[in-house]
C-alpha cells in the first residue's frame, strides 16, 4: 500500500476518472445528499462532514451494481459531486430561511433561491482552485476529513466490512425514522417541567439517532460544551429568570407545571442569550485566528504565477480562465442585487463589497479547514460576522446616501450575506475533497469539473427541497407563528433552523429594534467569560441556543464515543494514563472509524426518511394516518424501543474494538477514572504546611 505521502494512482498512470456513468449517479447522488443534508441541518443546525458519507454511498452504488471495472478516481468524483451538493446545502439553510424569520418571503422563492447557491457555490469554488497548489501541495495542510475520505476510498477499494455496516446502518436508520416520524408509532421526544424553590425546572431529549451520531461523530469534548450550554440555558437561567419575573399564565392555573409555559421563556428571553454568545463567539473565533488567516492570504496573495509542472496530478483548470469567470459570476452578482434591491448604487457597493469579502472568507475557511476540518471550520461565526460587516455597509449606502427604507435595508443586507455564506461553506468542502484526489492520485482538472457539476446540482435541488420541508412542517418556529400549518396550529413539529433564527434576530435588531438587548448583552458577557475560561464558546453558544432536548442526545453520542475508543486503549494498554501507545492508537482509530460509517448511515436513513416523509405529506398523504393510526407508545415504551436502536448502534461499533477483553468492565473502569478525574479537577491543590522552624524564621 502507498504511503499517505504520494498518491494512491501514479501521476503517470491514466485510468477512468469523470465517466458517463460517474456524472450520472454523481448528479443522482448529489441530489439526495443535498436533501438530506438539508433536513438535518434545519433540523438541529447542524450539518455533518459532506465528503465521508458521500463517499461510502458512491461505493455502494458503484459496487452495489456491480459497475465492470470500477476505479477509485471514478469513486472520488463521485463523492466530490455528493458532496458538493451537501455542503451547498449548510450555505444555504444558514441564511435564506432568514427570509422567512424576517417576513421578506412567505414561502421558499425558488428563483432566488437557485441563483444565490449558483452564484455564491460558484464563486467559493473558483476561488479555492486559485488556492489549491498553495494549501494543500505548497503547504501541504493536512485537512483531516480529507485524509480520512481517501482512507474510505481505498477501504472500498480493497473491499471488506465496513461496506457491509454501513448498508445496516443507512436502513436502521431509515426503519427508525419512519417509524418515529413517519408512522408516529413512539414518542419522538420527552419533556417534563416541574417546580421546586420557588422556580421551575425542565428536562427532555430528543430521542433520534442522527442527533446521536453527530455526538459520536464530533466527540465527547465537544458534545459536552454544547450540552453544558444546554444546561447553563435551561437549569440555570430560564429558573432564575422565572423566579425573578414569574412564568407567563398560558394555562389560566399558574399552579399547572407545563412545558408549554417553559419554552415560552426560552424563545422571548433566553434565545437572546444565545445570540449575544454566539455573535462575541464568532467575531473572537476570528480575531484568535488572525495570524493564522494572514499567513495564509498573505501566501495566496505571493504565490508563483510560473507553473509548477505538466503531471497529471497537477494540472488545475486554468487560473487566467478561473479569473474571468470569477469576474463574471461578480458582473452577474451585481446585476443580481439591482433586481432584489431595485437600487444600482447599492448593487455595485454590494458586488463590490462581496467580491472582496467572498474571497476573504472562501480562503479563510479553505485553510482553516485545512487545519481543524471542515466540521470544525466555524463558518456560522464567518456568516455573522459578515452579517455585521453587511450591516454597516447597507447602514452607510443605504441609509445615509439612498434614504432606503428598513425592510429595504434588510433585503439588500441579507442577499448579500447569504452568498457570502454558500461561498465560503462551499470552499471548505472544495479543499477537502481536492485533498482526497491529491492523495488517492486524481486529475485536478477533471476533480474540479465534477465540483462544479455537484454545486450546479445542489443549486437546482436546494430551493425545491426547501419548499417542501416548509409547506410540511414549517422552516423555523418564527415563521410558523407568523403563519402556521392548520395540522400543526402550536408549531410544535416546526424545524427549529437555529442560525436563521438567529441571524433574523440580528437583522431585526439592527434595522427594527426588535432585539432583546438586555439578554444579547447579557449573552455577550457570558461570552467573554467563557473566552476568560479558554472554552470554546461557539460551542457553549450554540447549546445555550438550542432548546436543551436537542443537546441530550449529542451529549449521549459523545459519550458513548468516549466510552468505546476508552475501551479500545484500555484493552491494548491496560490503563487510561498517559499517552497512548502506537498499537492502541491503531485500536482507537479502528473503533471511530467505523462507529462514524455507523453514524453517517443513521443520519442518512433518518434524514432521507423526514425528506420523504414531507413529499408524502405535501402529497396529502400523512403516513401517521395510514391503517388506520397506528398510534403512539408511552414514554416508557418509547425508551425501550430507542435504546434498543441505541444497543444496536454499540453492538455495530464495537465489533472493530480488540477481541481481547469485556465492555461491561471497560464501562465501570472508565466511569471510575471519570470520576477520579473529576474530583480531581475540583479539589483544592494540597498546600505543604510550614514547620516550627520556618514559621520562626
Known sequence: MSGLGEPWIPADANIRELTVRVIIIGVL?????????????LYVGMTVSA???????????????????????????????????????????????????????????????????????????????????????????????????????VAGEKGGSGLIAIIYAL???????????????????????????GTRFYGGSELSLALLSVGYIVGLRIASFIFLGGVIGFAILIPIYGLINGFPDVSGDMSYIGVYEYKEVYKDQIRFVGVGAMVVGGVYTLWSMRKTIGEGLGKAFNASKTKG????????????????????????????????????????????FLAVVSFFFAAVAGYIAGVVGSSNSPVSGMTIATLLFTIGLVWLVGGFMLDMSKSEMMVATMFIAAIVATSAAIAGDVMQDLKTGHMVGATPWRQQTAEIIGVVVGAIVIGPVLSLLHQAFRITPTACENNPLKSDPDCEYA????????????VKGAFGGELNLPMVLLGCVIAVILIRLAMPVMSVAI????????????????????????SARLRIDGTLDGSPSAAA???????????????????????????????????????????????????????????????????????????????GSDFVYV???????????????????????????
Not at 447522488?29 to 441541518?41: D, E, I, S
Not at 447549546?543 to 468505546?564: E, R
Not at 403512539?632 to 455495530?652: E, R
Open 495 to 506: 424545524l427549529i433552523a437555529p442560525q436563521a433564527e438567529l441571524i433574523g434576530a440580528i
Open 309 to 352: 509542472g505538466q503531471l497529471r496530478t497537477e494540472m488545475d483548470l486554468p487560473l487566467d480562465k478561473v479569473m474571468i469567470f470569477c469576474g463574471i459570476l461578480v458582473a452577474f452578482i451585481f446585476l443580481f442585487y439591482w433586481y432584489a434591491t431595485g437600487s444600482l448604487v447599492m448593487a455595485a457597493a454590494g458586488a463590490l
Open 29 to 41: 447522488l448529489g441530489g439526495v445528499m443535498t436533501a438530506a443534508n438539508a433536513y438535518l441541518g
Open 585 to 663: 492508537e491503531v485500536a482507537i482509530k479502528d473503533v471511530k472509524d467505523k462507529g462514524v460509517l455507523i453514524g453517517a448511515g443513521f443520519i442518512a436513513g433518518e434524514s432521507l426518511m423526514g425528506v420523504l416523509l414531507a413529499v408524502f405529506i405535501v402529497a396529502g398523504s400523512d403516513p401517521s394516518s395510514w391503517f388506520g393510526g397506528i398510534g403512539t407508545l408511552s414514554y416508557t415504551f418509547s425508551i425501550i424501543f430507542f435504546a434498543w436502536f441505541v444497543g444496536i448502534f454499540i453492538m455495530l461499533s464495537a465489533r472493530a474494538l480488540p477481541s481481547k477483553g469485556n465492555l
Open 51 to 153: 465528503s465521508i458519507p458521500a463517499a461510502v454511498m458512491s461505493m455502494l452504488i458503484l459496487r452495489g451494481f456491480k459497475f465492470k471495472d470500477v476505479t477509485i478516481l471514478e469513486n472520488n468524483a463521485v463523492q466530490t459531486m455528493a458532496s458538493a451538493g451537501e455542503s451547498l446545502a449548510a450555505g444555504i439553510i444558514f441564511t435564506v430561511p432568514a427570509m422567512l424569520v424576517l417576513g421578506i418571503w412567505q414561502d421558499i422563492e425558488w428563483v432566488d433561491t437557485f441563483l444565490i447557491a449558483i452564484l455564491g457555490g460558484l464563486l467559493g469554488t473558483m476561488f479555492t482552485i486559485a488556492l489549491r497548489r498553495l494549501f494543500i501541495v505548497e503547504e501541504a495542510l493536512p485537512y483531516p476529513e480529507g485524509v480520512a475520505c481517501r482512507e474510505v476510498l
Open 671 to 697: 466511569l471510575s477514572d471519570g470520576a477520579k478525574r473529576l474530583k480531581n479537577a475540583f479539589s483544592m491543590p494540597n498546600i505543604p504546611r510550614l514547620n516550627s522552624e520556618d514559621n520562626e524564621n
Open 171 to 197: 436502513l436502521i436508520g431509515a426503519i427508525y425514522g419512519w417509524m418515529v416520524k413517519g408512522f408516529k408509532a413512539t414518542a419522538e421526544k420527552l419533556e417534563g417541567a416541574g417546580s421546586a424553590i
Open 543 to 566: 447549546g445555550i441556543y438550542l432548546p436543551l432536548y436537542l443537546s441530550v442526545p449529542i451529549m449521549a453520542g459523545g459519550i458513548i464515543s468516549h466510552i468505546l475508543l476508552s
